[in-house]
């Protein structure tokens, strides 16, 4: 498999999912301001919509949207528990809770990373500590979004919990967040996606 991926971005998530997964694939970085994929070939020659994340299957479909490639990969490797069983109440609990940060987080900051002005920012922010709240309330019975057991949905929150710091918002006002922020990036799996992406060397 090929996971196209661009610098910081929420195809991260995917690729902490990959490695948490145990499964073999290949990195294609996306740059952004060339907008090129390493070796000088156009994004929208593979997937049309002109963002990443894409999986590129082995037998060359590929797949696009950041909830259906997480819950892809965790199918993949059903043993390591990345997401609960298709048909279970608990893998409607992870589909409501990839569908909430893909709509009301991970959309949120958009104004925030494209020039908005700033009453868009403002509200942006606003917005964005109203969630932030909910999610904090939320945690509490485990160490991770559903509980015990880590799962895709904490690859997402992860990921765009990282972009608090370029956002200009203090992660400190939700304690409860900022913990599970400092306890999911000291995973195995979310190191290496991120030396792998330079994320820690451009951080430190």
Not at 35 to 51: I, Q, T
């Amino acid at each position: 498999m090929k996971l196209y991926y661009a610098f910081a971005t929420c195809s991260h998530a995917p690729h902490i999912a990959l490695r948490e997964a145990g499964l073999p694939f290949e990195l294609v970085r996306f740059d952004m301001k060339a907008r090129a994929l390493d070796g000088g070939a156009k994004l929208e020659d593979v997937n049309e919509k002109g963002f990443v994340p894409v999986l590129e299957l082995d037998d060359g479909q590929r797949l696009t949207e950041v909830a259906v490639i997480l819950q892809y990969i965790a199918d993949l490797a059903p043993e390591k528990r990345l997401a609960p069983r298709f048909g279970t109440m608990e893998r409607y609990r992870l589909m409501e809770w990839l569908n909430f940060i893909a709509t009301e987080v991970h959309k949120a900051y958009w104004p925030l990373f494209h020039d908005g002005a700033e009453v868009e920012n403002t509200k942006a922010r606003e917005k964005l500590g109203r969630n932030f709240t909910l999610i904090e309330k939320r945690l509490g019975k485990g160490p991770w979004l559903m509980g015990e057991q880590f799962n895709v949905a904490d690859a997402y929150l992860i990921t765009v919990l990282n972009w608090t710091r370029a956002a200009a918002i203090d992660l400190g006002q939700w304690p409860g967040l900022k913990e599970y922020l400092g306890r999911g990036r000291k995973r195995p799996a979310v190191v290496t996606a991120m030396e792998a992406e330079g994320m820690l060397r451009k951080a430190g």
